[in-house]
């Protein structure tokens, strides 16, 4: 399975943006897909995830009620909606997979070393 983000850029902030993953060579249904971030001279961050069967997700209290995470099987893509943004969002954004994980465990998809398959990353620049 490769994944491709697109949709970042540079935003005021307070504004929004919707960031894609994209999917190809294989089928996302079974992927608990999550995303991850990682700003400038910091370590990666963990956003949120949905899981495989799109029932749950769960959120960084960084960005809970602001960011939402969706996805859409049938066109293998999953989306990241970011809300009220703020400068300290600004980072590189990536999605990444993984095979059929734990439904209910958020502290599970937290680690990053968990994933099977990861994007390139898109930037996403929040400005003053």
Do not use: H
């Amino acid at each position: 399975v490769q994944l491709v983000e697109s949709g970042g850029g540079v935003v005021q902030a307070g504004g929004s943006l919707r960031l894609s993953c994209a999917a190809s060579g294989g089928t996302l249904r079974d992927y608990s897909v999550g995303w991850f971030r990682q700003a400038p001279g910091k370590d990666r961050e963990f956003v949120g995830v949905v899981t495989w069967n799109a029932d749950n997700t769960y959120y960084a209290d960084s960005v809970k009620g602001r960011f939402t995470i969706s996805r859409d099987n049938a066109k293998k893509m999953v989306y990241l909606q970011m809300n009220s943004l703020k400068t300290e969002d600004t980072a590189v954004y990536c999605c990444a997979a993984d095979f059929k994980g734990p439904l209910s465990s958020s502290d599970y998809y937290r680690k990053s070393v968990i994933y099977d398959y990861w994007g390139q990353g898109t930037l996403v620049t929040v400005s003053s």
